[in-house]
């Protein structure tokens, strides 16, 4: 196949792609910000906001955060325009010779594309992360009650959304129960990388308070300790999952995977917090 004819379009949507995702990427970095002045100064904080969305704008590259967006979105629009140009996987097998790749465990949709539900159980992830970083600020709790409920009605659709209703009863309670314990003990996992990452602040900030209460640097051992918590959320993810789905052994593993990493999604959550310069408690 003739490829030529569809670079320059690919090359361009590819710019596009990755322009957009930097500026996505430094907006939304910039919405904890902007609710905290609309929130605080109700007066001026919507001509802060638009400043803060026009200072995204013109440094959509000046971070490191800008070009994980860049590559992020670059990405997203190179797969899909190779799609829709005729350039795709199909293409690719038809000029080596070679058999498609296979359909999934049901061999009706293929590996690359979601499953029922697990667009919105990512959702709830990311939307729990967010919540529960922003407890330990100032008024954390009140900005926290609004993605807060918001991750746990994206998660109990996902978990709904991700039934396999052609198993048996018992089944299907076994594996509710399963998921309803892994799911508390991700958020209490989460609580922890977001107390992890309060103390690692105020040792920044605060040194001879953080000594005085907080105790010393976490060494190695603490370090360990604080990522092993996320294996006790995978060891009930695995065999809820097994239960209470269809999905493929790898779908299976790649979620207990995004599940162990929980803690740390929310510790990056706060780091973020911390940077724009949200208040911490004391």
Same mark, same amino acid.
């Given at each position: 196949?003739?490829?030529?004819?569809?670079?320059?379009?690919?090359?361009?949507?590819?710019?596009?792609?990755?322009?957009?995702?930097?500026?996505?990427?430094?907006?939304?970095?910039?919405?904890?910000?902007?609710?905290?002045?609309?929130?605080?100064?109700?007066?001026?904080?919507?001509?802060?906001?638009?400043?803060?969305?026009?200072?995204?704008?013109?440094? $959509?590259?000046?971070? =490191?955060?800008? /070009? %994980?967006?860049? !590559?992020?979105? #670059?990405? +997203?629009?190179? @797969?899909?325009?190779? *799609?829709?140009?005729?350039?795709?996987?199909?293409?690719?097998?038809?000029?080596?010779?070679?058999?498609?790749?296979?359909?999934?465990?049901?061999?009706?949709?293929?590996?690359?594309?979601?499953?029922?539900?697990?667009?919105?159980?990512?959702?709830?992830?990311?939307?729990?992360?967010?919540?529960?970083?922003?407890?330990?600020?100032?008024?954390?709790?009140?900005? $926290?009650?609004?993605? =807060?409920?918001? /991750? %746990?009605?994206? !998660?109990?659709? #996902?978990? +709904?959304?991700? @039934?396999?209703?052609? *198993?048996?009863?018992?089944?299907?309670?076994?594996?509710?129960?399963?998921?309803?314990?892994?799911?508390?003990?991700?958020?209490?996992?989460?609580?922890?990388?977001?107390?992890?990452?309060?103390?690692?602040?105020?040792?920044?900030?605060?040194?001879?308070?953080?000594?005085?209460?907080?105790?010393?640097?976490?060494?190695?051992?603490?370090?360990?300790?604080?990522?092993?918590?996320?294996?006790?959320?995978?060891?009930?993810?695995?065999?809820?999952?097994?239960?209470?789905?269809?999905?493929?052994?790898?779908?299976?593993?790649?979620?207990?995977?995004?599940?162990?990493?929980?803690?740390?999604?929310?510790?990056?959550?706060?780091?973020?917090?911390?940077?724009?310069?949200?208040?911490?408690?004391?």
């Amino acid at each position: 196949m003739n490829t030529s004819k569809h670079s320059r379009p690919l090359v361009v949507g590819v710019l596009l792609g990755a322009l957009l995702g930097a500026i996505t990427l430094q907006v939304l970095l910039r919405l904890p910000e902007i609710f905290l002045r609309v929130a605080l100064e109700p007066a001026t904080g919507l001509q802060a906001s638009a400043g803060i969305l026009i200072s995204a704008f013109q440094n $959509a590259f000046g971070s =490191a955060w800008s /070009a %994980v967006g860049a !590559l992020t979105g #670059g990405l +997203i629009a190179w @797969r899909r325009l190779r *799609v829709q140009s005729g350039i795709g996987n199909h293409a690719d097998d038809a000029v080596t010779n070679r058999m498609p790749r296979c359909p999934d465990r049901e061999g009706k949709r293929p590996r690359t594309k979601l499953h029922p539900g697990e667009a919105l159980a990512g959702c709830g992830i990311v939307s729990l992360a967010i919540a529960i970083a922003l407890i330990h600020f100032v008024m954390g709790i009140i900005f $926290a009650s609004a993605p =807060a409920p918001l /991750a %746990v009605l994206l !998660l109990a659709a #996902g978990v +709904i959304r991700a @039934r396999n209703p052609s *198993v048996s009863g018992n089944r299907q309670v076994a594996g509710f129960i399963l998921l309803f314990l892994a799911l508390t003990a991700m958020a209490v996992v989460m609580f922890n990388g977001a107390s992890f990452s309060y103390k690692l602040a105020i040792l920044a900030i605060r040194p001879g308070y953080a000594a005085q209460h907080l105790g010393a640097a976490p060494g190695l051992w603490e370090w360990a300790g604080f990522l092993g918590t996320g294996l006790v959320p995978v060891l009930l993810t695995g065999p809820g999952l097994w239960l209470w789905t269809d999905w493929s052994p790898a779908r299976r593993k790649g979620w207990c995977v995004a599940v162990f990493l929980s803690p740390v999604a929310a510790l990056l959550a706060h780091q973020i917090f911390v940077a724009i310069g949200f208040p911490l408690t004391a």
